[in-house]
């Protein structure tokens, strides 16, 4: 206890900046994240940013396929048989997307995983 209160007895909470022993200034979030990453570290930073921006995205276009995909099911209804056979394609479309989807969210998990540990 006496270790403590010996480095924090010229703690001075209204000196600022230079004068200031104790260096309490901000540093911007991006030199905190790299100050000790390699350059293929950051290379797997930039990838798993990418990828989760990736996801992101194809979150809104898996609804709008979901969306499209109930629309036709009401529209296949009629006598005709030519609805099903856009109902076949909106569904293999949709597979599309959950295959990247999943493989988005895997190389983002992964790469943010070696990254952390790394660090």
Aim: charged share 20%.
């Amino acid at each position: 206890m006496k270790v403590v209160k010996k480095k924090t007895s010229d703690f001075d909470p209204t000196v600022t900046g230079k004068e200031s022993k104790f260096k309490g200034e901000p540093h911007p979030m991006g030199e905190l994240m790299f100050r000790y990453a390699t350059g293929k570290e950051k290379f797997l930073a930039v990838i798993a940013i990418i990828a989760s921006i990736s996801f992101g995205a194809a979150n809104p276009t898996s609804m709008l396929i979901i969306g499209e995909l109930i629309d036709s099911m009401g529209q296949s209804t009629s006598a005709d048989s030519g609805g099903f056979n856009m109902l076949g394609g909106q569904t293999l479309l949709m597979v599309y997307v959950a295959i990247v989807m999943f493989t988005v969210a895997t190389v983002t998990q992964i790469a943010f995983q070696v990254f952390a540990e790394k660090i």
